[in-house]
């Protein structure tokens, strides 16, 4: 199927660690990966995508990696901040449907 | 402009009720979405819109029904409803030839009495 999952749903992680968030996912159909953030009460917000032809992605405090040969992708976001608190979102994109499918959510939450 | 605008934020209907959910963006994106999101869950894709022409229908009951009027604006009209569709609905739009990100608006939170 199109599943996307995730390995926890709640994640706490101390102001200024590292962060990672895990996805696997169970076939290799869709074109790219995309990282969702929601606040409460707000709409997901776009982190960063990946094509399925890339191993690793970059942003400002985020890297993205995908390995394909597991199936699993990881968002890690570097010196974690209070306003990193969210859900986040693992998501499939198919590009040829315009279809993108979210995956379950881990709640990340920030120790002071 | 990278804004999604949904209105209403909220909204409260009857069973009888007949409503509808507007959603509008002026990006010039050719892809506009429907999606339900419960409480602790992630948003579950209804309606996809390409070009204004419904392209997919995820095998969603009847008793919702999308419309696209034009490029900029995406309806979900609302009839009949039950309490467990209550609620967040959740319209994106996105840029249909590049397949860019998609933007999210804020959603508008439906309870069914």
């Known amino acids: 199927g199109e599943s996307v999952g995730l390995h926890l749903p709640t994640l706490s992680v101390q102001e200024g660690d590292n962060s990672i968030i895990n996805c696997a996912y169970s076939n290799s159909a869709s074109d790219y990966f995309i990282w969702y953030k929601q606040e409460s009460g707000k709409g997901p917000q776009f982190i960063i995508d990946i094509r399925s032809n890339m191993d690793k992605r970059q942003g400002q405090r985020v890297t993205v990696l995908l390995n394909k040969t597991v199936k699993h992708l990881s968002l890690q976001i570097a010196a974690t901040q209070p306003g990193d608190s969210a859900v986040y979102f693992c998501a499939r994109g198919y590009s040829s449907a315009s279809k993108i499918i979210f995956g379950s959510g881990t709640r990340l939450s920030i120790r002071p | 402009d990278t804004e999604v605008t949904q209105t209403p934020k909220h909204l409260v209907m009857g069973m009888t009720n007949k409503k509808s959910l507007k959603c509008e963006q002026h990006m010039g994106h050719r892809a506009m979405y429907w999606y339900k999101q419960k409480a602790k869950k992630p948003p579950e894709l209804m309606f996809v819109y390409s070009y204004e022409k419904l392209s997919i229908n995820e095998s969603v009951p009847s008793r919702f029904s999308p419309e696209c009027p034009n490029s900029s604006l995406l309806n979900l009209h609302l009839h009949a409803l039950q309490p467990e569709d209550s609620a967040l609905y959740l319209c994106?739009?996105?840029?249909?030839?590049?397949?860019?990100?998609?933007?999210f608006g804020q959603g508008t939170r439906l309870t069914v009495v």
């Open positions: 994106a739009s996105r840029n249909r030839a590049t397949n860019t990100e998609a933007f």
